[in-house]
């Protein structure tokens, strides 16, 4: 089946350092991917998507999928205080009758801390 | 704005007692997922619809645990009777799409619920 592996966390970084989230998957099939973002006590939130061979950009974080690596790495060149929150990869795998998986597979997430 | 909506938000019940929580998704999407999220177990997919029908509940308890959809702007998830142990957020998420479609998910704010 999918699986995601994501960075082991916490991460605590300082304000205006650079972020990279590493999110690698497994997939026998073409797939959709997504990353997540949870702020204390909130929902899941939808930060950024994408498929295959194109780069997204949202809120100042960039995401580009790399089939040679089965990777979809998270980054933003500055973090603010305001983007501590648990970050989730996920994905969904697209099969060739449309009638497979509906559901997404999510990574375990990562918590990230950003400190003044 | 449509968002997923969800009650209620909050939920406090003795063990034993019967739990409903009901959901709904955006106007027009076709799928619905319930999730769990404890911190020891982090986000479960319990069941998901597709145009009303379940597909599967495999992430689900059966022998406490029921979700129904009576109709499309509505969903249902219903323990009885609750444990302790099924204290945890609930979200409900929506998606749409057709074949070859990226179905990313958008979340409820969740039920809290604790049994004591």
């Known amino acids: 089946g999918d699986s995601v592996t994501q960075t082991e966390g916490p991460v605590t970084l300082p304000e205006r350092a650079a972020l990279t989230l590493n999110c690698t998957y497994q997939s026998s099939y073409s797939t959709f991917l997504f990353w997540y973002v949870q702020y204390l006590n909130k929902e899941p939130e939808l930060l950024l998507k994408s498929s295959e061979n194109q780069e997204t950009d949202s809120r100042g974080f960039q995401a580009s999928p790399i089939k040679s690596d089965s990777s979809f790495h998270l980054e933003k060149p500055s973090v603010q205080l305001s983007d501590s929150a648990v970050y989730y990869c996920?994905?969904?795998?697209?099969?060739?009758?449309?009638?497979?998986?509906?559901?997404?597979?999510f990574g375990k997430g990562t918590k990230l801390s950003v400190i003044p | 704005d449509a968002r997923v909506t969800q009650t209620p938000r909050h939920k406090v019940t003795e063990m034993g007692q019967e739990v409903t929580m009901r959901c709904q998704p955006i106007l027009g999407h076709n799928t619905v997922f319930w999730y769990r999220q404890t911190m020891m177990q982090g986000l479960e997919l319990l069941a998901y619809?597709?145009?009303?029908?379940?597909?599967?509940d495999s992430g689900m308890p059966k022998d406490r645990f029921s979700a129904e959809m009576p109709d499309a702007t509505l969903a249902t998830l219903k323990i009885q009777p609750s444990e302790p142990r099924d204290s945890a957020v609930y979200f409900c998420?929506?998606?749409?799409?057709?074949?070859?479609?990226?179905?990313?998910?958008?979340f409820g704010p969740g039920t809290r619920l604790t049994v004591t």
């Open positions: 996920a994905l969904r795998d697209i099969r060739d009758s449309g009638a497979g998986s509906y559901q997404l597979t």
């Open positions: 998420a929506s998606g749409l799409g057709g074949q070859g479609a990226r179905y990313e998910q958008y």
């Open positions: 619809f597709r145009n009303r029908a379940p597909l599967d």
